[in-house]
């Protein structure tokens, strides 16, 4: 349907057609990054899952592969669901993951390549012994998924967990193995929290509070804390926390238990569920995936015939300068694909103005933007305003005195379609600021069947820092971070008018009392290659 194509984006990884849902196993294999995915490859719609596989040098351009996975045993013949890599000290790739069996138990299964020197790793063999595990007693049949990668006891086990639910609280699993064909549950969990409901998708990896790299799952010790994140089912995020993990009880303390998981913070306050870290052995970095779905309606996936994108893959690290939330940037490997830039300098924008950048067409672009606030309506403003939030303001129409400002994307030339991403800063009764960062989706589209809230949170910002943001447009999805990291909103957009050459962006303030300087260079950014596999293609 030529009419919606636009809508496909030019430089995130999705399928062809039809249906993907959560990122599973990612990994570097002898030199290819490997993403597979949850996948219907029969509607535009969740069902009949199974697993599709891609292959990549570099995260950005793929070549699709057969799928890797079908539903072909009693064991997951109900779905091939989630599930995760872990490499072996001696190069040997596990896979776990869930199956939905033939009476919709979830099990766990092992898989691992037909031909370990297969770069591509495009057979896979599920283990003639599978399930290699079933719900234990007092957990639901249906309340046990998501195997994660294993990570290294100093007992000289493999360790891993696996997301349920006991009543309404959230829990985590813990199995010890040493061939990933038998286990040995721990007692007691990794953690849980009441009132989160089934945790989906479990993550837990460390990061260092000293060094920017990433860290191999095993890693343990001195200058590390511990993340858990859990795929929320009840509300559809994937909140995570900073704690401390001990392994000689297999349990994890949040650093702050009001930052607790699925009650504080969450990797992006848009669209993006089910992610998955991996530890990528080649740029020693932890690169997080996330499903970004659709948010207009099931019939006009249908109509499209496809549904969902994956993020653009992040680097994730603690922010050493807060030490309290993560820091998630896009993959350099992204900025290979920047084509011309142009810079704006020191742009004044008034109250209740709008300034249009000439960027040419905006449909594919890197946005790197500063603002500065004016700092005598910073000091002289009476308003004090401590309880804003986005997602409970009017959006970018609600006035303030230092705020709304930041960007319009997506825009038409008559700004009757535009997507504001933007900081809101507000004075605290104790004459503090605080920075909130949000997208508004109310007047991103003519249509009426696409979602129009406001997408937002808190942001960190510390002494001296200026406010900067980072936002990637591609056709029909915005992903914007805010200082450097600290806080990301994934948003999709359907415009009628604001298409291709149609297609604008602009500068806005909405504040009432200060004047903003923003400071911005712009990329156009080139589609990647995402090519379909054929048998007789040479590499
Ligand atoms: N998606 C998979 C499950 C997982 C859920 C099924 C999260 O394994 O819990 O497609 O989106």
């Known amino acids: 349907n030529s009419m919606l194509s636009w809508q496909r984006t030019a430089f995130h990884f999705q399928p062809e057609k039809n249906w993907m849902n959560d990122p599973n196993g990612p990994v570097f294999y002898k030199g290819w990054y490997h993403f597979f995915y949850q996948y219907n490859p029969h509607a535009a719609v969740w069902g009949d899952i199974v697993w599709g596989h891609a292959v990549s040098r570099d995260m950005i351009h793929w070549l699709h592969l057969p799928l890797a996975m079908v539903a072909d045993q009693w064991y997951d013949i109900n779905g091939v ?205 932890r690169v997080l995936w996330g499903w970004v779905g659709e948010s207009d309606s099931e019939a006009a996936d249908v109509r499209k015939g496809w549904a969902s994108l994956q993020s653009i893959p992040r680097t994730v690290a603690l922010d050493q300068k807060t030490g309290t939330n993560l820091i998630q940037w896009p993959v350099e490997e992204v900025e290979s694909l920047r084509l011309t830039s142009k810079n704006f300098d020191n742009v004044k924008v008034t109250p209740g103005s709008v300034v249009p950048l000439d960027v040419g067409t905006a449909t594919q672009l890197d946005i790197l933007a500063e603002f500065e606030l004016d700092k005598d309506a910073v000091h002289n403003t009476a308003e004090t305003n401590g309880e804003f939030s986005c997602t409970a303001s009017g959006g970018a129409a609600q006035r303030g005195a230092l705020g709304p400002f930041g960007l319009l994307v997506l825009a038409d030339e008559s700004l009757t379609e535009r997507t504001p991403v933007y900081f809101y800063v507000v004075k605290g009764n104790d004459g503090k600021l605080k920075t909130s960062f949000c997208t508004d989706q109310k007047r991103s589209s003519q249509a009426n069947d696409v979602n129009k809230i406001i997408y937002g949170s808190f942001v960190p910002v510390l002494d001296g820092e200026k406010l900067s943001l980072r936002i990637l447009v591609d056709h029909s999805i915005v992903e914007s971070f805010a200082q450097g990291g600290r806080t990301c909103i994934t948003s999709r957009v359907y415009p009628t008018k604001a298409l291709y050459g149609d297609a604008r962006v602009f500068l806005f303030n909405n504040a009432t009392e200060t004047s903003i300087t923003g400071s911005l260079k712009v990329w156009q950014m080139n589609s990647a290659f995402i090519r379909p596999f054929s048998n007789n293609r040479s590499l």
């Not at 998924?145 to 829990?171: C, F, H, L, M, Q």
């Not at 989160?196 to 191999?216: H, K, Q, R």
């Not at 969450?266 to 970095?285: H, I, W």
């Open 81 to 285: 669901w989630t599930g995760s890599a872990t490499i072996l000290p001696d190069g040997q790739l596990i896979m776990l993951y869930t199956g939905s069996t033939d009476k919709h138990v979830q099990v766990q299964n092992l898989a691992y390549p037909a031909d370990p020197n297969d770069p591509l790793l495009i057979n896979w063999v599920k283990y003639s012994g599978n399930p290699v595990l079933v719900p234990p007693p007092g957990i639901g049949a249906r309340d046990f998924r998501d195997p994660t990668t294993a990570w290294y006891t100093s007992e000289g086990k493999w360790r891993i967990t696996i997301g349920s639910k006991v009543n309404k609280t959230g829990v985590s699993l813990i199995y010890d193995t040493e061939d990933f064909k038998t286990y040995n549950m721990i007692d007691g969990m990794l953690h849980g929290v009441d009132g989160t409901g089934m945790w989906e998708c479990v993550d837990f990896y460390p990061v260092s509070i000293i060094a920017e790299n990433g860290l191999d799952t095993s890693i343990n010790g001195q200058g590390i804390k511990h993340v858990v994140k859990a795929s929320l089912d009840d509300d559809r995020h994937d909140y995570y926390a900073i704690g401390t993990y001990d392994e000689k009880t297999a349990k994890w303390v949040p650093d702050n238990p009001k930052i607790d998981v699925g009650i504080g913070i969450r990797y992006d306050y848009g669209l993006f569920y089910a992610s998955k870290t991996f530890y990528d052995q080649n740029k020693k970095r």
